[in-house]
């Protein structure tokens, strides 16, 4: 660890000057970054979490679209579950969207609904890590929060050329410390995103833009040409296959039949055709089996799984409503929160039967 040590005193005090400079003028114009002052805590505990593992041209027309419908950090707190997965559907991960309404509710049931300004207590709301912890309190309020995400990940290990796997425990603990070390006395909010904005925009992880950059001159892997092996890639990972079938039921009267999800595990809480791991569907189909019409795969990929979703449709009135499913009209049906593969699906399905919801 040698290297990391010897490149403190290297860049830590030089950073901020040029760093900042570069962001006023080169910052991308995103609707929760405001043009003088601080943003909304409630607006960055909003696209914090939606920026997790999404990228930011897929988050905004969503940002704008919670923000329409959930004003403020009450409006939050106050509305149904379902109506904040409908908002956040097609989004991905919607644990996030959960944990975000339950921490408006703590918010403000603990806080008299003013988000705290202190990372401590911020890290006890549902959802909240540390990294999102320190965004809001740094962005917000203007702490000296360090953050640490993938992209000030990807700058600091290529300015002090760690070569070693930034995912590991001891790293993570050294790349923390150095976050926290480089932060000025002021502006920390604007020197946090514009680590951020470096590696979004010119650090990137393949082809940086060294040239350009407005820190090249402190940084070791540029000096060493190590920029493009800095950090070392995510050993790949071979993702089980998990295979689903669905089954598109339609009723004489035009209606959907639909199930809703466990309240917890993957896409919980959220609705969907009738699904099964085979094409076992007598739960559901208990009098007769009416001849299906296949639509078609969907795939679906997560971080740690694949999905094939093979699809097929059915015109069938013999399904009375229960607990577990219920019909619902194409109306309905584009009010309920839906996963992405099953969005895909209801477009194949109302495709094949010739109906608009």
């Known amino acids: 660890m040698t290297t990391f040590a010897k490149s403190l005193g290297k860049s830590s005090g030089a950073l901020a000057g040029p760093l900042l400079k570069w962001y006023d003028r080169s910052k991308r114009d995103l609707p929760w970054r405001v043009a003088a002052g601080h943003p909304d805590p409630y607006h960055v505990l909003v ?4 920026l997790q593992q999404t990228q930011v041209a897929t988050v905004v027309p969503y940002f704008h679209r919670f923000l329409a419908a959930l004003p403020t950090i009450a409006d939050l707190a106050a ?11 097609g989004l991905g991960y919607y644990s996030r969207a959960r944990n975000l309404r339950k921490a408006a509710i703590a918010v403000m049931q603990q806080h008299n609904g003013r988000m705290p300004s202190d990372v401590e207590l911020l890290l006890t709301l549902p959802g909240v890590g540390r990294y999102t912890a320190g965004a809001i ?3 917000a309020y203007d702490r000296r929060a360090p953050i640490l995400d993938g992209n000030v990940v990807r700058v600091l290990s290529r300015l002090d050329a760690i070569e070693h796997d930034p995912r590991s ?4 603990k050294r790349l923390w410390a150095r976050a926290e070390e480089i932060l000025p006395p002021k502006r920390a909010g604007d020197f946090n995103s514009a680590l951020m904005e470096l590696g979004a925009t010119v650090c990137t992880p393949r082809n940086p833009q060294c040239l350009i950059c407005p820190v090249a001159g402190q940084c070791l892997a540029y000096e060493r040409q190590l920029q493009h092996v800095i950090p070392p890639p995510k050993k790949a ?3 089980p296959l998990l295979v689903r079938h669905v089954l598109c039921l339609r009723d004489s009267r035009g209606r959907f039949l639909v199930e809703q999800r466990p309240p917890t595990g993957r896409w919980a809480g959220m609705w969907q055709f009738i699904t099964r791991p085979t094409e076992d569907f007598s739960d559901v189909l208990r009098t ?3 001849a299906r019409t296949a639509l078609g795969t969907v795939r679906h990929a997560l971080t ?3 999905y094939e979703f093979h699809a097929s449709a059915a015109s069938f009135d013999g399904v009375t409503d229960s607990e577990k499913w219920r019909w619902a009209s194409p109306d309905e049906l584009h009010h309920l929160p839906f996963s992405r593969p099953h969005l895909k699906i209801r477009a194949l399905a109302e495709a094949a039967f010739g109906c608009h919801g």
Do not use: G, N
Request: glycine share 0%; no cysteine; net charge neutral.
């Open 47 to 50: 696209s914090e979490a939606m």
């Open 79 to 89: 509305a149904d579950e379902q109506i904040v997965l409908r908002l956040w559907q």
């Open 137 to 139: 309190a740094s962005l």
């Open 169 to 172: 425990p001891a790293m993570q």
């Open 237 to 239: 990972k071979e993702t």
């Open 288 to 290: 007769s089996t009416p």
């Open 304 to 306: 740690h799984r694949r």
